[in-house]
């Protein structure tokens, strides 16, 4: 899921002299941050159709991308336009939703992977993120769900590099205004 | 640990992360065939190949081209509108019949000897060629010329069917080549009547246009080659046979329109476009 600069570029240079194959290489290499990323912003819509959509826009300006700059920013701004494009028709919000598995609650935890989180306290976080406004879940996601660097967080939802930060920390403040409308107790979820 | 609500920004952020592996991400699914996402897009962009990166704007079909010329105009267009609204005058150009008429059979004698090579810039099309008296008498306007004792008379001047004077100068020591080899200033000098339609230039993505100040307007445009055409009053557009040669400074002066184009760069330009007399 990582940027491979060097066989980026060369697939790239194959892709633009016509060679599909080079192309679905890159396909194969970014489908999965692709789609976590059409799922963050439109968890509705049907984000395999999406992000094939979205693959097929980004061959089509392959001519225009920038030889040399990174190839994953560049296409998850692609992708998340598309997602973007489709909330409208994408119905009723449902927000992100928590693996089945996790769901079903104690048979799965504690364990290593899930971190520190208390079922209950995930769950919490989970209709948290779900209540935010789609910028702010967006910056929040791309920043700590897909990892991604806050110059490619600047790139993937087209905000201006410089106000990546400043969006984050407001991100993360009005998700604990969620928590604490949501969250009764004193010591919370 | 504390309740999610006190948490630190960068507690929240270790929380968030440790979700990831709970969140019920998409997987890649699997067509019936058992084609997956990366072989179906591969089979549609084959499937389709309008779409293709192999092609350019030059290479699309008419209609579509049509249409990247037009959203190009429109560009231009907001460009010249905020130009005007920081003070800079937009070139509003439009020049004269863009159907243009057939060159017309000029009995004038060459500009240059006959027996020489072929002028200057010959290979542009850049109309007939005559002398500097001619052309003016037939554009109908004075055509200037730059002062600058280093550039000279011009090598070869041409007039277009479209009353287009062009002047050249082949390339010498301190003038260098442009992307014609045989041209190393061209001063095109044309009506252009005052009218709300555009100008309309291609701007490859290696190209920039600056705004200038000189006369009622201009333009320094810069980069690679770049194609231009402009719109009918029937609202066509009208693309210039040529390319440019090379970086070109465009301004409007009263009615005329005048255009030179060099590889000496943009304060050259304007010192060869402020001596001409």
Known sequence: ?189 | MGGLRTMTDDELAAALRSIVPAVAWPEPQLAPGGADLASRVRARVVAEPKRSARGRWFSFAPARRALVLAIVALVVLAAVAAAVAFGVPGIRLIFGDPGGTPPPAVATPSATPSGSAQPAGSSLQLGEPVDTATAADQAGFPVLLPTDPALGAPDAVYVSGRDEVALVWAPADELPPTIEADVGLLIMQFKGSVSPEPIGKIIGSGTTVEPVRIADGGYWIEGDPHAYFYISPEGEHVEEGRRWVGDALIWQDGDITYRIETSLGKDAAIRIAESLH
């Open chain 1, 1 to 189: 899921m990582e940027g491979r600069p060097t066989e980026d570029a060369e697939a790239i240079a194959r892709a633009r002299g016509g060679d599909v194959a080079a192309y679905e290489e890159l396909v194969r290499r970014y489908q999965d941050v692709a789609l976590r990323t059409a799922y963050l912003v439109c968890p509705e819509t049907d984000v395999d159709d999406a992000v094939q959509e979205a693959f097929l826009k980004a061959y089509a300006a392959l001519s225009r991308f920038r030889d040399g700059a990174p190839f994953r920013p560049w296409l998850l701004r692609i992708v998340a336009n598309e997602a973007r494009n489709r909330r409208r028709s994408a119905g009723r919000r449902t927000g992100l939703a928590q693996r089945a598995t996790d769901v079903a609650g104690p048979a799965v935890e504690p364990s290593p992977e899930h971190g520190y989180l208390a079922a209950e306290q995930r769950e919490t976080l989970f209709a948290a993120i779900n209540r935010l406004r789609d910028e702010d879940r967006e910056v929040i996601g791309a920043r700590f769900l897909l990892e991604l660097s806050e110059a490619e967080t600047a790139e993937a939802l087209g905000i201006p590099r410089g106000t990546v930060k400043s969006r984050t920390s407001r991100a993360l403040a009005r998700l604990r205004e969620v928590l604490t409308e949501t969250d009764g107790g004193p010591d919370g979820g």
